[in-house]
């Protein structure tokens, strides 16, 4: 397919356990963004990359969540020591990156569960 | 920096209805606006954007969205709804210098009575 792919797409993990989420963007992408959708909120922004450029990591909410985008294309976002407040949709979005504004597109999300 | 409000967290209507989805931006200069919908179990989807010229778009699935400057509005519209169009409505604002990241709104969800 052609789309933003995210796996897995559901993780139930126990608190206090690390838990690694993979996206891989539109191929030709060079921007790729991860979002949290907690239950009844928006779409909190995480993090940007930008080709070889630093990440824009403003978005993190703690320094438990780390991100790395390999090869400028697939990308891990990593929470560590996994609390229950972390329980939410984990969303990534690509886009041309070059040229202006152009729209997101997003994966699916992974659903993550943490017990 | 820039926020978004969408005021109506869920809104009903009757299929045939017109609807009138709220979003207001906060921001210094023109934005980037966009309305995204997400359908239940599935990604966001993009309904429109505006980026300059012309204050109303056109979209897809019949919507269109009225960009008001003296408001910082950018609603979300649509004549006759239908069933189909239950699903939660993300309005959006991208900062011109800030690599295209876009700040959402906390999401209208959408129910349609038969």
């Known amino acids: 397919g052609a789309g933003v792919s995210q796996s897995p797409s559901n993780k139930v993990t126990e608190k206090g356990k690390d838990v690694e989420l993979r996206c891989d963007p539109i191929?030709?992408?060079?921007?790729l963004y991860w979002y949290r959708q907690s239950l009844g909120q928006g779409l909190e922004f995480l993090i940007y990359?930008?080709?070889?450029?630093?990440?824009?990591k403003s978005g993190l909410p703690s320094d438990r969540f780390s991100a790395e985008r390999t090869g400028g294309s697939v990308s891990t976002l990593t929470i560590q020591r996994t609390q229950q407040e972390d329980s939410a949709v984990y969303l990534c979005?690509?886009?041309?990156?070059?040229?202006?504004?152009?729209?997101?597109?997003f994966g699916n999300g992974t659903r993550l569960t943490v017990t | 920096a820039q926020s978004v409000t969408q005021p109506d967290i869920h809104i009903t209507v009757s299929e045939g209805a017109s609807l009138e989805l709220r979003c207001n931006y906060s921001?210094?200069?023109?934005?980037?606006l966009f309305w995204y919908v997400q359908s239940p179990g599935q990604g966001l989807q993009l309904l429109l954007k505006?980026?300059?010229?012309?204050?109303l778009v056109q979209g897809i699935k019949g919507f269109e969205a009225e960009f008001k400057r003296s408001q910082s509005s950018f609603n979300l519209r649509k004549p006759s709804v239908h069933w189909s169009d239950a699903a939660e409505y993300f309005c959006?604002?991208?900062?011109?210098?800030?690599?295209?990241?876009?700040?959402f709104g906390q999401g209208t969800e959408l129910s349609v009575k038969p």
């Open positions: 979005a690509s886009r041309p990156g070059t040229g202006g504004i152009s729209p997101l597109h």
């Open positions: 191929s030709g992408h060079t921007a």
């Open positions: 990359f930008q080709g070889n450029s630093a990440p824009d």
């Open positions: 921001y210094g200069a023109t934005p980037y």
């Open positions: 505006y980026f300059s010229g012309d204050t």
């Open positions: 959006a604002v991208a900062a011109h210098n800030q690599g295209g990241k876009l700040i």
